[in-house]
Structure formats: C-alpha cells, structure tokens
C-alpha cells in the first residue's frame, strides 16, 4: 500500500478521535449541568464512553487491516 494512503488513514483517524472527543467533553458539561442525581449522570456517562470507545475501536481496526491486507 502507498505510503500517502497510510499516512491519510493515520490522519482521518486522529481527526475522528478528536471530534468525537471534543463531542463527549461538550455532552459532558452538559450533563454535569443539567442531570439531576449522580446515578442518572453516571449511567448516561458511561453510555457515551461505550459508544465513543466502540467508535475508536472499530476506526482503528479498520485502518489496522486495510494497512495490512494492501500491502
């Protein structure tokens, strides 16, 4: 695989990576804002950090085997 391909996956990942942690510290403060009880805001806390940790995942997988598997 082209070295410009690589390099363009590897900076696709980093952008998701930070726009969706510039998204989770925003719902955040919302939250932090807004919840009512420390149990509503624990379990939608770590609703978002499921989703965004799967997101990562996946991402990183995906540039991972497209590396791998062009070569």
Partial sequence: MN???LQ???KLALI???TIFTFSKKQN???YNHCRTGKELASKASFSTKIIKALLGKTILLV???SN???
């Fill in 16 to 18: 998701l990576k930070n």
């Fill in 29 to 31: 403060s919302f939250r």
């Fill in 69 to 71: 598997f062009k070569i």
């Fill in 3 to 5: 070295y410009f391909v």
């Fill in 8 to 10: 363009f996956q590897y």
């Fill in 64 to 66: 991972f085997l497209n």
